[in-house]
């Protein structure tokens, strides 16, 4: 299975724009890249993903590597109810007509005020 | 309108009973989810229904876990002989057509086995 691997925290100041990176170095050409957040004491919510382009939306933009191993969600102006672990998954473990997200352990978004 | 609901929102129970958690999908949905979130770590997926039948449980830990979806839409999450290591949020989602980024997820709920 591909892996992902990010950063266990980071910080930003509010109104500043944050990156928060993702290696998927065994990605694979048919792995899409998903993003999903966790606010406190809610369940995870999706966020973005895309394949070899960048993707913009209201939540936030991924931009993907050209050789697809890593990827970065950009906050651009970051606030405090962005303050949340994020996940960055790749769609993988398809079962039975659906697919299956890892999560593995995200990254904690601190937001100072 | 209304999101995924899940109840009860918290549990507690005595090592060695039966609990069941109930998950309340959006209407219409088809595909339905499981998962358990232990501190610190991201949702570990347990079981998924499609419709009323369990299409993959390979994530359920042992046999004392069993779910059920008896009319393809509510589903309840049955842990027999609870043991402390069962503690942790117990999170549902649903999903109109099974793509990750379609699956919605209710708040949780919250199991401690004491």
């Known amino acids: 299975d591909a892996k992902t691997t990010q950063p266990n925290s980071m910080e930003s100041n509010e109104e500043e724009p944050v990156h928060l990176p993702c290696n998927h170095s065994?990605?694979?050409?048919?792995?899409?890249i998903h993003w999903y957040r966790q606010l406190p004491s809610q369940g995870p919510e999706y966020v973005i993903h895309?394949?070899?382009s960048n993707v913009n939306n209201r939540m936030a933009s991924l931009a993907i590597a050209e050789d697809r191993k890593s990827s970065t969600l950009i906050l651009h102006r970051a606030t405090l109810r962005d303050a949340a672990v994020y996940y960055c998954?790749?769609?993988?473990?398809?079962?039975?007509?659906?697919?299956?997200?890892?999560f593995g352990r995200g990254t904690s978004l601190i937001v100072h005020p | 309108g209304a999101g995924v609901s899940q109840t009860p929102s918290n549990k507690v129970t005595e090592k060695g009973k039966y609990v069941e958690l109930r998950c309340d999908p959006i209407s219409g949905h088809t595909a339905l989810y499981w998962y358990r979130q232990s501190l610190g770590q991201g949702p570990e997926f347990l079981i998924y229904?499609?419709?009323?039948?369990?299409?993959?449980d390979s994530g359920l830990p042992n046999d004392r876990f069993f779910a059920v979806r008896p009319e393809g839409s509510v589903s309840t999450l049955k842990i027999q002989r609870t043991e402390r290591g069962d503690s942790a949020v117990y999170l549902c989602?649903?999903?109109?057509?099974?793509?990750?980024?379609?699956?919605?997820f209710g708040p949780g709920t919250r199991l401690t086995v004491l």
């Open positions: 989602a649903s999903s109109p057509d099974g793509t990750l980024r379609t699956q919605y």
């Open positions: 895309g394949l070899t």
């Open positions: 998954i790749l769609r993988e473990h398809a079962s039975g007509g659906s697919y299956i997200p890892t």
């Open positions: 065994t990605i694979s050409g048919t792995d899409y």
């Open positions: 229904f499609q419709g009323t039948g369990a299409a993959d």
